[in-house]
């Protein structure tokens, strides 16, 4: 355990003050797409009572709903039931995209962050080490190492 306490903490001096905010946003995100998970299982069982034979699950499932619509018959009740899962699918693959594609930006910008201050450094460095050094090397050590992070 506390080499994972460690190792948070190497991370997040890596990282900078700056942009820690980055990495909790992805773990709040990560957080509510589980908890869309979730009700998108839910909503699978609903979807299975309101097809399966019989209308005993569609009471189970639609009992709140039905109190609301009182005049909808059954199969109306089953076509907005069904709609509303369908809804939720859509709403929930915008939000797990969306995730995505913040997730792999903060990533990105990670990795370009982490090659600029490793460019800084080694332009920094005196003369005399760059004539011991092959430059193409620490440039493939640079890149390597960024992309490994990525």
Do not use: N, Q
């Not at 839910?42 to 979807?47: G, P």
């Amino acid at each position: 355990m506390r080499d994972v306490v460690d190792a948070v903490r190497k991370l997040a001096a890596l990282l900078g003050p700056e942009r820690r905010w980055r990495w909790v946003l992805l773990v709040v995100m990560a957080l509510a797409t589980t908890g869309v998970e979730v009700v998108g299982a839910s909503a699978i069982y609903a979807l299975l009572a309101l097809i399966g034979p019989g209308s005993d699950g569609l009471v189970e499932v639609a009992g709140p709903l039905g109190a609301l619509v009182p005049a909808a018959d059954t199969a109306t009740l089953r076509v907005g039931l069904a709609a509303g899962i369908v809804a939720f699918f859509i709403l929930r693959a915008v939000l797990l995209v969306g995730r995505a594609y913040v997730e792999g930006r903060i990533v990105a910008s990670a990795g370009v962050e982490l090659a600029e201050r490793l460019l800084a450094g080694y332009v920094a460095l005196p003369y005399l080490f760059h004539t011991r050094r092959s430059s193409g090397d620490l440039i493939r050590t640079a890149y390597s190492s960024t992309i490994s992070i990525e």
